[in-house]
């Protein structure tokens, strides 16, 4: 049994993380559909209420809403696959969560690429757009949310730097388990 958890900046290569695992027919369990999924109990339309609901979450259930609610989908995956990965760890609070669920068996990876790098891949030039959130205020979320203390504790770090496909290699080998902790 191993689960993986990714922590990173918006733009960072997250998803691009998933996208690979999908394709290895690895589950994947993100916590921003644990977020659509209480919208819609909620009858609200996530498109426009995900932050809202996030927040909310965390108002009522406190800073552990979300990896909580997330805890039972990774369970359903391990019936299936020996590896699951998690999309989009937020908190410090949340990697313990998992380290205490998961133990040894839990591997928290860091996807780092700078500010520039991420901006020109999400296509943002925030100041030049007022229609969108800007990466920088996007960035001051994520890090209130305490992303920082989450990245800091991860076991693995990837630097997303280089091309899109050296990057996949990267993932592909973590999950091969062929990149040392
Ligand atoms: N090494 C790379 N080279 C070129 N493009 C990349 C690279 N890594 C990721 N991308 C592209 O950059 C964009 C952002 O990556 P991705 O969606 O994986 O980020 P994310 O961490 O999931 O961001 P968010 O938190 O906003 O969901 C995507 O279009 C992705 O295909």
Known sequence: MRVIGTVGL?????????????????PVVTMGDVIRRECRER???PADHHGEVAQALREEDGPLAIAERSLPLIEEGLEESELVLV????SGAEVERFEEAFGEAFTLVAIEAP?????????????????TEDLE??????????MGEAIERADVTIENTDSLEAFRE???GLFAGRVER
């Not at 960072?12 to 996208?19: N, R, Y």
């Not at 205020?137 to 305490?146: A, K, S, V």
Request: charged share 45%; proline share 4%; glycine share 18%.
């Open 43 to 45: 009858g609200l339309d």
């Open 87 to 90: 999309d989009g760890l937020r």
């Open 115 to 131: 500010f520039d790098v991420r901006e020109e891949r999400l296509g943002t030039r925030g100041r030049d757009n007022p229609e």
């Open 137 to 146: 205020t996007r960035d001051e979320r994520e890090l209130g949310f305490g």
């Open 170 to 172: 990267r993932i592909e």
């Open 10 to 26: 918006p733009g960072s290569g997250k998803g691009e993380a998933a996208a690979v695992a999908r394709e290895k027919g690895i």
